[in-house]
């Protein structure tokens, strides 16, 4: 069965830092790896995916992620964070005859 | 339409009470989704319809819960005798397949608010 893991309920950055959210997973088959965000009172959106090709994928608002095989993780990154980057942070997995699954969630909180 | 709708974008019930939430996919997306969002959750998977075959239900919390897709085209999550614990935003999202592999990007609506007095 597949499964996905946000370990973090909530990151904290201080503005102009780095940011990471982890994420780990486990899929029979090669996976397909999805970030998404969803801010207050907003739908979710998608914000890059990873089905094959290059292991740094980059996607919307300046977020990158990493596949890594052998440590079956695809963590969120950016280099410098925004106060607007804070909202909810969903990673998500799937192989090619099943359905995509979330995980928990991870709420980032960007200070000032 | 451009994108994943769904009807109505709120919805007040009284315990007991029988509620349908209707999604319209993106035209062309063979994969349906239907998520439950608690307040503050995580994405609750539901059911997963894609083209023409056996919907998955592996999901749906009870026999209260149902859902049908006609197609590739609108689908009705359906919720029987409403309980308090049903409140949430009930999530639709659609996307194509790759052709012979994998899901594609999902899209997803704005959701249905579910409040049940």
């Known amino acids: 069965a597949q499964s996905v893991a946000q370990p973090e309920d909530q990151v904290n950055v201080a503005e102009g830092n780095p940011l990471t959210v982890k994420c780990t997973y486990s899929?029979?088959?090669?996976?397909?790896l999805f970030w998404y965000v969803q801010y207050p009172n907003r739908g979710l959106q998608f914000l890059l995916k990873?089905?094959?090709?290059?292991?740094l994928v980059k996607g919307s608002y300046g977020f990158e992620a990493e596949f890594n095989k052998s440590q079956t993780s695809f963590h969120l990154k950016k280099p410098s964070a925004l106060v607007s980057d804070s909202a909810l942070y969903f990673c998500?997995?799937?192989?090619?005859?099943?359905?995509?699954?979330f995980g928990s969630g991870t709420r980032l909180s960007i200070r000032p | 339409g451009a994108g994943v709708s769904q009807s109505p974008s709120n919805k007040v019930t009284e315990k007991g009470k029988d509620v349908e939430l209707r999604c319209d996919p993106i035209?062309?997306?063979?994969?349906l989704y239907w998520y439950r969002q608690r307040l503050g959750q995580g994405l609750e998977f539901l059911i997963y319809?894609?083209?023409?075959?056996?919907?998955?239900k592996s999901g749906l919390p009870s026999d209260r819960f149902s859902a049908e897709r006609t197609g590739e085209s609108v689908s009705t999550l359906t919720i029987q005798r409403t309980q308090q614990e049903d409140s949430a935003v009930y999530l639709c999202?659609?996307?194509?397949?790759?052709?012979?592999?994998?899901?594609?990007?999902?899209?997803f609506g704005p959701g249905t608010r579910l409040t049940v007095l």
């Open positions: 999202a659609s996307s194509t397949r790759l052709a012979g592999e994998g899901p594609d990007t999902q899209y």
């Open positions: 998500a997995v799937s192989s090619s005859a099943s359905k995509i699954i």
């Open positions: 899929v029979s088959g090669n996976p397909y």
């Open positions: 319809f894609q083209g023409n075959s056996a919907p998955d």
């Open positions: 035209s062309g997306h063979t994969a």
């Open positions: 990873y089905i094959t090709g290059d292991n």
